[in-house]
């Protein structure tokens, strides 16, 4: 089988080899992929930002496709489901343990970017019909995460949600809210990708360059009520001024550190107004079930920036990095 190789942390040691075509162990499927989305961990994994990680490795967390072989022991899918598989793949309900870092899709074991791969039976979940195999392939980290962020704030009608970019994230998010009834205000550098996510559905549009106060204006824009939640997607650089423009009893949902890892920010408001700080590790299996469903019952169209080919895997890599999309960038296997 063709399949992408990361040989060294440098998207320019992300090349197409030939590989053995895996074979299934007991409890385990063989699925054919046909599209890969990316997200930030595959990105930093391959610029060498995640840290040391055993390589030669074929990366891609996500990825959407059907199952051609079954293992033994699998009984409760057949040759042919369309699936994803959960990124934690050990993690499959409840509450997260030390031993699900153990097994990461595309971290610690082959993922994605090849023709097959061996996935766990217990690990995927159903597809629903009307989505593509790219719309699919979006699902497993930005949909499981962004829908843990809305349940966990408890988002309702007549909410608030702020989220911080127009990345995969934030786009399911802002679905996810405003089929929830909720009101979302959304920042971005560019007029242009503002004007695009308020044609999706955003109430409120505000470019940070423009407004570099904009923890002020989200008060402004609330009646100084604040954000009930608020998607921390960038980190040190952004974290006092989300906690300034939450809501009291708001959520800080915390998943990304693009502006930083190490925080430096005022406690005293973070106890003032009883806001709950609350870090992301993706998800459960049982998580991006609900994420799915969610989807399937409010026919949701995830939001696909740009589609590359195969070949054109390290060109892919570098427009994430280059932070101009607005929803998920998605490889195309061509299966």
């Known amino acids: 089988m063709q399949a992408i190789q990361l040989t060294a942390p440098s998207i320019d040691s992300l090349n197409i080899c030939e590989l053995p075509c895996p074979q299934p162990n007991y409890g385990e499927v063989v699925i054919r992929q046909h599209a890969v989305s990316l997200n930030y961990l ?57 031993e699900h870092h153990h097994a990461l899709r595309g971290v610690t074991t082959n993922g994605g970017l090849a023709e097959y791969a061996v996935v766990p039976a217990e690990s995927l979940v159903r597809i629903p019909d009307f989505l593509s195999w790219q719309q699919a392939a979006t699902l497993p980290i930005a949909a499981t995460t962004a ?14 949600v702020l989220l911080l970019g127009t990345g995969g994230v934030s786009l399911f998010a802002l679905q996810y809210a405003k089929s929830a009834g ?91 107004k009883m806001l709950n700080i609350v870090g992301n590790n993706t998800g459960s299996t049982s998580d991006l079930r609900a994420a799915v469903r969610a989807i399937e019952t409010s026919e949701i169209q995830p939001e696909i920036d740009r589609v590359f080919a195969f070949a054109d895997t390290q060109e892919a890599y570098r427009y994430l990095q280059s932070a101009g999309h607005v929803g998920k960038v998605v490889i195309d296997l061509g299966n």
């Open 147 to 160: 829908w843990n962020a809305i349940v966990r704030a408890k988002i309702q009608p007549g909410s608030t």
């Open 182 to 272: 909720a009101r979302v205000i959304i920042l971005s550098s560019s007029n242009e990708k503002l004007a695009r996510v308020k044609a999706l559905g955003a109430d409120e549009g505000i470019n940070y360059r423009e407004q570099p106060d904009w923890d002020r204006q989200v008060l402004k824009l609330t009646n100084n009520h604040g954000a009930d939640l608020v998607l921390e997607s960038v980190g040190a650089s952004t974290f006092a001024k989300s906690i300034n423009a939450a809501a009291y009893n708001g959520t800080l949902f915390v998943i990304g550190f693009i502006g930083g890892e190490e925080l430096n920010v005022p406690v005293l408001p973070i106890m003032q």
């Open 42 to 98: 595959d990105l930093a994994l391959a610029t060498g930002k995640f840290g040391a990680i055993a390589q030669p490795l074929i990366p891609g967390a996500d990825s959407a496709g059907e199952i051609i072989e079954l293992g033994a022991g699998v009984s409760s899918w057949q040759i042919g489901d369309r699936v994803v598989p959960g990124m934690m793949y050990n993690w499959h309900a409840g509450a997260l343990r030390s």
